[in-house]
């Protein structure tokens, strides 16, 4: 089996060291920084098969890096997981307000998961993603 590397943005550590130790358990390859701008270097840098970004982070947000990854060509077609505190609707509404504002369309995540994850629910859909 081909080892996957998995891109985790977040800027809370023991929520890296958490995922990092989940991933790495179940034969995955995690590559984990702590806030945005970083996440869209190693994301250029490592070309990961999936990112798992955190929405509240210092610096370049979670939502500001998912939208300049849905408009970069090479890096729009990683599938993400989003993972935060903030519910799922208020999320996706804060989404459509600025895809109007904007005047872009872009798309949502293919997965939203609220904290604190289940390891399950996100080996699950870690699963599901890479194996579209």
């Known amino acids: ?7 985790i943005v977040d800027d809370e550590n023991d929520m890296r060291v958490f995922l990092s130790t989940l991933l790495e358990t179940n034969g995955y390859i995690p590559i984990a920084v702590s806030d945005g701008s970083e996440g869209i270097r190693m994301a250029r840098e490592t070309r ?6 955190d929405v ?8 500001q890096m998912y939208r300049e990854l849905r ?10 997981i989003m993972l935060s505190g903030i519910a799922k609707k208020t999320f996706f509404h804060s989404q ?9 369309s872009i798309p949502e995540p293919e997965v939203y998961i609220e904290k604190p994850p289940e390891a399950e629910e996100l080996l699950e859909s870690t699963r599901e993603l890479l194996n579209r």
């Open 56 to 63: 509240m982070m210092p610096k370049m947000s979670g939502i």
């Open 48 to 53: 990961p098969k999936l990112i798992i970004l």
């Open 71 to 80: 408009v970069d060509e090479e890096l729009k077609n990683i599938p993400i």
């Open 1 to 7: 089996m081909k080892k996957e590397r998995i891109l």
């Open 96 to 104: 459509r307000l600025l895809n109007s504002y904007d005047g872009q």
